[in-house]
């Protein structure tokens, strides 16, 4: 089932708006992620926490220098979710959720993520 996935504060001046401008208009949004997921997993629920992504730069990958080295449980957390399905036919997506989030800063361990893998095909390219 493919959903698109969006992650917004309950408001505009929810902790870091100042971070949340957009480059092409430099309009301030709510928007805290977007997702695509065409898995079967079930939509995120009250609860849910979005993951941050941080680069520790002494385990930075120097093939790979602006890619994130580790990541943790965020401060963000779902408190309400909607869920939008089309009646037309021939849809990009079976769903469209919105979850509404409010910061709640939790004390998470950074978690190492794993190397990134390159086939030889993509190297040779």
Same mark, same amino acid.
């Given at each position: 089932?493919? $959903? @698109?996935?969006? #992650? $917004? %504060? &309950?408001?505009?001046? %929810?902790?870091?708006? &100042?971070?949340?401008?957009? /480059?092409? +208009?430099? %309009? @301030? +949004?709510?928007?805290? %992620?977007?997702? @695509?997921?065409? *898995?079967?997993?079930?939509?995120?629920?009250?609860? !849910?926490?979005?993951? &941050?992504?941080?680069?520790?730069?002494? #385990? /930075?990958? $120097?093939? #790979?220098?602006?890619? *994130?080295?580790?990541?943790?449980?965020?401060?963000?957390?779902?408190?309400?979710?909607?869920? @939008?399905?089309?009646?037309?036919?021939?849809?990009? #997506?079976? /769903?469209?959720?919105?979850?509404?989030?409010? !910061?709640?800063?939790?004390?998470?361990?950074?978690?190492?993520?794993? $190397?990134?893998?390159? *086939?030889? &095909?993509?190297?040779?390219?």
């Amino acid at each position: 089932m493919s $959903k @698109y996935i969006i #992650f $917004k %504060a &309950e408001s505009m001046s %929810a902790e870091g708006w &100042e971070e949340r401008q957009l /480059a092409h +208009t430099e %309009a @301030y +949004t709510s928007i805290l %992620a977007e997702h @695509y997921d065409s *898995s079967n997993s079930p939509i995120p629920e009250p609860g !849910y926490r979005l993951r &941050e992504y941080h680069q520790v730069s002494k #385990f /930075a990958d $120097k093939q #790979f220098p602006d890619s *994130s080295t580790h990541s943790r449980i965020g401060d963000w957390e779902v408190t309400r979710v909607e869920e @939008y399905t089309p009646e037309i036919p021939n849809h990009d #997506f079976e /769903a469209v959720v919105i979850c509404y989030c409010r !910061y709640s800063p939790v004390t998470t361990p950074l978690e190492p993520m794993p $190397k990134i893998q390159v *086939s030889q &095909e993509l190297q040779e390219v």
